[in-house]
């Protein structure tokens, strides 16, 4: 599985920047998918996760309310919304996607991941 994230880049805070993510094959025909990051120093943190129709999502604590993620029924592409941006959204951010049908949070859910895009914010 081959994943290729974009949509990164620059933005002044209180921008918006919407992020994809498209699996070029999949493991099966149910997979759920998520977005982590990583910023300089930091561990990586989970973001937000989505189950393979869509139906279920769950999102970190803080970007609850600014971030959507979106997908089609069992579509290889998923979308990541990010409104409202702080600085301290500035990191890296990585597209993952599980064998599973929902991984939720957990990082050891997912099993294959992307490069990474981008995201700054400045102040």
């Known amino acids: 599985v081959q994943l290729q994230a974009c949509g990164g880049g620059l933005v002044q805070a209180g921008g918006a920047l919407n992020l994809s993510c498209t699996a070029t094959?999949?493991?099966?025909?149910?997979?759920?998918m998520g977005w982590f990051r990583q910023a300089p120093g930091k561990e990586r943190e989970f973001v937000v996760s989505?189950?393979?129709?869509?139906?279920?999502?769950a999102y970190a604590d803080n970007v609850q309310g600014r971030f959507t993620i979106s997908r089609e029924f069992a579509s290889s592409t998923v979308y990541l919304q990010m409104n409202s941006l702080k600085p301290e959204d500035t990191a890296v951010y990585y597209c993952a996607v599980s064998r599973g049908w929902y991984p939720g949070r957990k990082v050891t859910n997912y099993h294959y991941w992307g490069q990474g895009t981008l995201v700054t914010v400045s102040s």
């Open positions: 094959s999949r493991p099966s025909s149910n997979n759920g």
């Open positions: 989505i189950s393979y129709n869509g139906g279920r999502t």
